[in-house]
Nanobody, 112 residues
Framework: QVQLVESGGGLVQPGGSLRLSCVAS????????LRWVRQAPGKGLEWVSD????????YYADSVKGRFTISRDNAKNTLYLQMNSLKSEDTGLYYC?????WGQGTRVIVSS
């Protein structure tokens, strides 16, 4: 079955960086657009970024544009989200989605 497993979250100070990973299995990874979505504490889901199947085209929410970079390694079935210049408002649970499935999420806390 389709599985998406995120990792890389943690506690980081404002201005710091984290790289999230999402390892996928159970589907043809290189055929699917993939997405990062986040949920801040007490708030709804917020779309963060998309990447097309080849990795050539990316899209970002205005709130993260210029700070976050989405990428993928189709040989490793892995999706990434490089997050720089983190702000407190980036705190939340980060999910990768694709092929109709969601991972369990990885928690990011930006706090001094």
């Amino acid at each position: 079955q389709v599985q998406l497993v995120e990792s890389g979250g943690g506690l980081v100070q404002p201005g710091g960086s984290l790289r999230l990973s999402c390892v996928a299995s159970g589907f043809t990874f290189s055929s699917y657009l993939l997405r990062w979505v986040r949920q801040a504490p007490g708030k709804g889901l917020e779309w963060v970024s998309d990447i097309d199947s080849s990795g050539d085209t990316t899209y970002y929410a205005d709130s993260v544009k210029g700070r976050f970079t989405i990428s993928r390694d189709n040989a490793k079935n892995t999706l990434y989200l490089q997050m720089n210049s983190l702000k407190s408002e980036d705190t939340g649970l980060y999910y990768c989605t694709g092929a109709g499935s969601w991972g369990q999420g990885t928690r990011v806390i930006v706090s001094s």
